[in-house]
């Protein structure tokens, strides 16, 4: 797989920790991101395995299997690589603030590498859907919904700004959840504001099909 590939991110979920197309992804993103780290600060625990890329904007959660439980602090090679499968993936977006004002809180993780995101999405009959929307990095809250429709959950934005969650929203046929940024995002008019809010984390999980 080259560094300039369209990757459907969808598909990395179930593989491996350290299969063969989950090594290729993470080495590309390294590349683009002027070969940038691509070894993982690893979080183990008996129920989940973090592999979190902060220099790629980038964070993988994988779910043990098998009745496999993990110890705590454990290091990439320590761990049962075939007891652990991908079960969500992170994706981080570091928005140009809008004021000289300093943020509250600065996040560990750079950009995602890719300027685009393509986010495949599942046919629902009686709506008319593209199959696929792109996601750049100033995409809004409003582009969302143009692009995927009312999510089906929402939350956030509420409570004085200084201390409010950010407003997101979910997408549970599409196994995908966002989260927004930026002082739109927060405060008690921030569902007003949110449409001009830019994303911070894209979530990708695996949707149920019962």
Same mark, same amino acid.
């Given at each position: 797989?080259?560094?300039?590939?369209?990757?459907?991110?969808?598909?990395? /979920?179930?593989?491996?920790?350290?299969?063969?197309? %989950?090594?290729?992804?993470?080495s590309?993103l390294?590349?683009l991101?002027?070969?940038? +780290?691509?070894?993982?600060?690893?979080? +183990?625990?008996?129920d989940?395995?973090y592999?979190?890329?902060f &220099?790629?904007?980038?964070?993988?959660?994988?779910? &043990?299997?098998?009745?496999y439980? &993990?110890?705590?602090g454990?290091?990439?090679?320590? %761990?049962?690589?075939?007891?652990?499968? /991908?079960d969500?993936i992170?994706?981080?977006?570091?928005?140009?603030p809008?004021?000289?004002?300093p943020?509250k809180?600065?996040?560990?993780y750079?950009?995602? &590498?890719i300027?685009?995101?393509?986010?495949? /999405?599942? +046919?629902?009959?009686?709506?008319?859907?593209?199959?696929?929307?792109?996601?750049k990095?100033?995409?809004?809250?409003?582009?969302?919904?143009?692009?995927m429709?009312?999510?089906d959950r929402? =939350? =956030?934005?509420?409570?004085?700004?200084?201390?409010s969650?950010? $407003?997101?929203c979910?997408?549970?046929k599409? =196994?995908?959840?966002?989260?927004f =940024?930026?002082?739109?995002?927060?405060?008690?008019?921030?569902?007003?504001?949110?449409?001009?809010?830019?994303?911070?984390? $894209? +979530?990708?999980?695996p949707?149920?099909?019962s």
């Open positions: 797989m080259s560094a300039t590939d369209t990757v459907d991110v969808k598909q990395l /979920l179930g593989l491996r920790p350290f299969s063969e197309q %989950l090594s290729g992804y993470v590309s390294s590349a991101a002027s070969n940038a +780290s691509s070894a993982p600060e690893v979080k +183990s625990y008996p989940a395995v592999f979190n890329y &220099p790629l904007g980038l964070s993988l959660l994988f779910k &043990p299997v098998n009745g439980k &993990p110890k705590t454990l290091t990439c090679k320590e %761990l049962n690589d075939e007891d652990l499968i /991908l969500g992170d994706i981080y977006n570091v928005p140009t809008k004021s000289s004002a943020t809180s600065k996040s560990p750079s950009t995602y &590498p300027d685009t995101v393509t986010l495949h /999405l599942a +046919s629902i009959e009686g709506k008319a859907r593209q199959p696929a929307t792109e996601i990095r100033d995409t809004t809250g409003k582009d969302f919904v143009l692009g429709g009312e999510p929402k =939350g =956030g934005g509420a409570g004085p700004s200084s201390g969650i950010g $407003i997101w979910e997408w549970s599409d =196994g995908v959840m966002v989260e =940024g930026g002082e739109e995002s927060r405060g008690p008019q921030a569902w007003e504001r949110g449409k001009d809010a830019v994303w911070k984390v $894209i +979530s990708i999980f949707v149920d099909s």
